[in-house]
């Protein structure tokens, strides 16, 4: 069974800092590793999908990595701001129609 | 994102009532899926289908059922609430086995 943690649950960083969020998945069977974003009482918006034939992906300010072999995905924040202020949870995709399993998120919050 | 609504928004109901929560999309997506968001446990796959009356189950499935009668519909039944199914529940749908999923507003339940 598919387990995806994210480490720490919250984080709290001064604006204009360049930040890591982690993830880390148990079964490195994945068919792809997705990014979202959450802000209070929405659902969420997809961040980054990463094919697991790839290595990074980047959009805009964003940039998550996938490293299969070690069961670890990371997203890359730059000069973050305090919209960036949001939950970001991980998912791996196992590929049988598509379901997710989700990490539990991390609450970021970027002070002005 | 993707034309996808949930109705209602938010419903409280009494322990032991049935209760219908519906999924409508526009996007034509062949994938639909029913999360439940808790606190402590994160999202946590329901039920999803792949295809007009074609559904399986996902990892918290007891106390739920589904229907997909078309494309753009899909419905999530609980045949007889308890507090334990007090939580907020997203639809999600998708394209290919392999894309990301795209998420509803929400549906906030309390159950008393």
């Known amino acids: 069974k598919q387990e995806v943690t994210q480490i720490p649950a919250a984080l709290s960083v001064p604006e204009g800092e360049n930040l890591v969020l982690n993830c880390s998945f148990t079964d490195s069977a994945i068919y792809n590793l997705q990014w979202f974003r959450q802000d209070p009482g929405k659902g969420l918006t997809s961040l980054l999908l990463i094919q697991s034939s790839q290595r990074e992906q980047t959009s805009g300010r964003l940039n998550a990595s996938l490293d299969k072999s070690s069961g670890r995905s990371t997203l890359y924040i730059a000069a973050s701001q305090p919209g960036d202020s949001a939950t970001y949870l991980c998912?791996?995709?196992?590929?049988?129609?598509?379901?997710?399993?989700f990490g539990k998120g991390i609450t970021l919050s970027v002070r002005p | 994102d993707a034309g996808i609504t949930q109705s209602p928004r938010h419903k409280v109901t009494e322990t032991g009532t049935p209760v219908t929560l519906r999924c409508h999309q526009t996007?034509?997506?062949?994938?639909m899926y029913w999360y439940r968001q808790d606190p402590g446990h994160g999202l946590r796959l329901i039920h999803y289908?792949?295809?007009?009356?074609?559904?399986d189950k996902g990892e918290v499935s007891d106390g739920y059922s589904v229907s997909r009668s078309k494309t753009e519909d899909f419905l999530l039944t609980l045949e007889s609430a308890t507090s334990s199914q007090t939580s907020v529940y997203f639809c999600a749908t998708g394209t290919l086995s392999t894309d990301t999923q795209y998420f509803g507003p929400g549906t906030r339940l309390t159950v008393l």
């Open positions: 996007e034509n997506h062949r994938y």
């Open positions: 998912a791996a995709n196992t590929g049988a129609n598509s379901k997710l399993t």
């Open positions: 289908s792949y295809g007009v009356k074609d559904t």
